[in-house]
C-alpha cells in the first residue's frame, strides 16, 4: 500500500464498551469486515497510524466504531466495502492452505494466480494430502458463520481405505472413538464402492476438528488411502476439474446462509 497520507492530527482513541448488539466493531475488525485487509494486517496499519477514523488518526486498538455510517480512511483515502466474491476450488491433493509457506511448498493460492485474490482467505482449511472443495471469499461475516461450531454445518467427504468396509466398523465411526482425549465422531457413514482389497466410505461431519476422519481411522489401525471433500451442505463439488475455481451463485451463497442460521437454531435448541 502506497502512503498518501494527509497531515491529520492523531487521537488518543476512546476505550468504550462494547455495545449489545448493532453494526458497532472494533477499528480493526471493520476493516477486515469492509475487505480491505485481514484483521492482523489492520492492526498493524493502526498501530502504525495510517487509520483515520471521522477525519482523526487513531492508534487504539480499542477504538469502536459503526460499520454502517463510520467515515474510515487508511493513508487517506476512504476504504468502502468491497464487492463480496464467493469462489470454490477444487483442491488438488500436496497444496497446503496457507497464503505464505516458509518451506516454499505448493499453496492452494497457485490455483487462484489468474485471480485477484488479495482480499480472500479460504473458509477453514484442508490438509496437504486431502482433496476437494475448499470455499475462498473476502466477507468475513459469512466465512466465521459456516465456520462457526454451533453452526453444524455438515461436510461431506468421499474417503478410500486400505480395507473393506463393515457394519462394525461404520458404526464405530458414528458411535464415536477416543483420540488424545478427545472424542471424534461421524454424524453419518456408508459404503460407497468396495474393491479387492480396499473400499471407499462416504463420511458426513457436523463438526470440524483438526484431522478429524484421519484420526478416527488411525484409532481403528486403518489407513486412509485418499480423502475428498465432496460436499458443504447443499454444495456439491461436482464435476469442477482439479485445481480449478468457479464462483458461487447467488443462490449457492444464500443457501448456505440459510442452512447456516437453520442448523445454529437446530444446535441451540439441542
Known amino acids: 500500500m502506497k502512503s498518501s497520507r494527509k497531515p491529520l492530527k492523531p487521537t488518543a482513541g476512546r476505550k468504550a464498551a462494547a455495545p449489545a448488539g448493532g453494526k458497532r466493531v472494533t477499528l480493526a475488525r471493520a476493516l477486515s469486515k469492509l475487505g480491505f485487509c485481514s484483521r492482523t494486517q489492520a492492526e498493524e496499519l493502526v498501530r502504525a497510524g495510517r487509520v483515520a477514523v471521522e477525519g482523526s488518526i ?5 477504538t469502536w466504531v459503526d460499520l454502517a455510517s463510520a467515515v474510515i480512511a487508511v ?3 476512504r476504504v468502502a466495502a468491497e464487492k463480496r466474491v464467493y469462489l470454490m ?9 496457507t497464503r505464505h509457506d516458509p518451506e516454499g511448498r505448493p499453496m492452494v493460492f497457485d490455483c487462484l494466480k489468474h485471480l485477484d485474490h488479495a482480499h480472500l482467505s479460504p473458509v477453514g482449511r484442508l490438509d496437504k494430502a486431502s482433496e476437494g472443495l475448499l470455499l475462498f471469499t473476502n466477507d468475513t461475516e459469512f466465512a466465521q458463520t459456516l465456520l462457526d461450531p454451533e453452526t453444524h454445518v455438515a461436510k461431506t467427504y468421499h474417503v478410500q ?3 473393506l468396509a463393515d457394519q462394525q466398523m461404520l458404526a464405530a465411526m458414528v458411535k464415536g472413538v477416543q483420540h488424545d482425549g478427545e472424542l471424534l465422531r461421524a454424524r453419518r457413514v456408508r459404503t460407497v464402492r468396495k474393491g479387492d482389497r480396499n473400499s ?3 463420511v458426513v461431519l457436523d463438526e470440524g476438528k483438526n484431522r478429524h476422519i484421519r484420526r478416527m481411522l488411525e484409532v481403528m489401525d ?3 488411502l485418499r480423502l475428498v471433500r465432496v460436499a458443504i451442505g447443499n454444495l456439491l463439488l461436482g464435476d469442477l476439474e482439479k485445481g480449478a475455481v468457479r464462483p458461487l451463485s447467488s443462490e449457492e451463497v444464500e443457501d448456505l446462509r440459510r442452512l447456516s442460521a437453520s442448523a445454529m437454531r437446530a444446535g441451540r435448541e439441542r
Do not use: Q, Y
Open 75 to 77: 493513508d487517506g483515502k
Open 58 to 62: 487513531t492508534t487504539d486498538l480499542e
Open 200 to 202: 471407499w466410505i462416504e
Open 89 to 97: 476450488l477444487n483442491k488438488p491433493r500436496g497444496l497446503v492452505t
Open 222 to 224: 486403518i489407513a486412509c
Open 161 to 163: 481405505m486400505d480395507r
